[in-house]
């Protein structure tokens, strides 16, 4: 996966389409990504010791990687990237303005 924890992307498909957020958490098998305060659900959760009120709370789920494009930090804009090879390390680079990550 071209995605890595601390990126930052844009939503390209659903229902949160168009916002951006930082990656909190890649999931590579699965080929998902945690985002912060994007795709938010509510969930019921039962009085226990560490949530003793209890009640409906929000949480983000991970979205598909596919569904999700990389901001170039020098371009500022969503953009594909690519691997290269400098000094035989790999390395991602965007493929709009050719700067490395």
């Known amino acids: 996966m071209k995605i890595i924890k601390g990126d930052t ?3 390209i498909a659903g229902k949160d389409k168009g916002r951006e957020g930082k990656v909190e958490r890649v999931y590579p098998k699965s080929e998902r990504v945690l985002i912060e305060n994007i795709n938010m659900f509510k969930k019921h959760v039962k009085k ?3 949530t003793p009120q209890g009640g409906i ?3 983000s789920r991970p ?5 999700v494009m990389i901001i170039c930090p020098k371009c500022k804009k ?3 990237m690519k691997f290269d090879r400098v000094d035989g390390k790999k390395v991602r680079v965007c493929k709009k303005c050719k700067k490395q990550l």
């Open 9 to 11: 992307i844009s939503v």
């Open 48 to 50: 226990t010791e560490e």
């Open 57 to 59: 709370i929000e949480i």
């Open 63 to 67: 979205l598909r990687a596919s569904n």
């Open 78 to 80: 969503p953009s594909k």
